[in-house]
């Protein structure tokens, strides 16, 4: 299995970014997927998941209306629109395979930095 995560970077409140993640190694389409991210100094903070066929979505309360995860089976490849970018939303984004609190293998992760 592998999760190799990409898109972030700095940007300015009130910016966007567009995360992605490509997955190998297991069958895509068969997996729930999710957003975890971790700000400097905190814990992992659930962010948004997804079912394996992109048709349910959910998010933590502090993301929901500004962040839309999104899958393309087909490209085995997971996203994360981010608009709307506020500072604490600075952190170290990775994709997980598994709904919610169900992980088990993670990406590398990319990091999101929203300053002035």
């Known amino acids: 299995v592998q999760l190799v995560e990409s898109g972030g970077g700095m940007v300015q409140p009130g910016g966007s970014l567009r995360l992605s993640c490509a997955a190998s190694?297991?069958?895509?389409?068969?997996?729930?997927m999710s957003w975890v991210r971790q700000a400097p100094g905190k814990g992992l903070e659930w962010v948004s998941d997804i079912n394996s066929g992109g048709g349910s979505t959910y998010y933590a309360d502090s993301v929901k209306g500004r962040f839309t995860i999104s899958r393309d089976n087909a490209k085995n490849t997971l996203y994360l629109q981010m608009n709307s970018l506020k500072p604490e939303d600075t952190a170290l984004y990775y994709c997980a395979r598994g709904p919610m609190e169900e992980y088990d293998y993670w990406g590398q992760g990319t990091r999101v930095t929203v300053s002035s």
């Open positions: 190694g297991f069958t895509f389409s068969s997996y729930y």
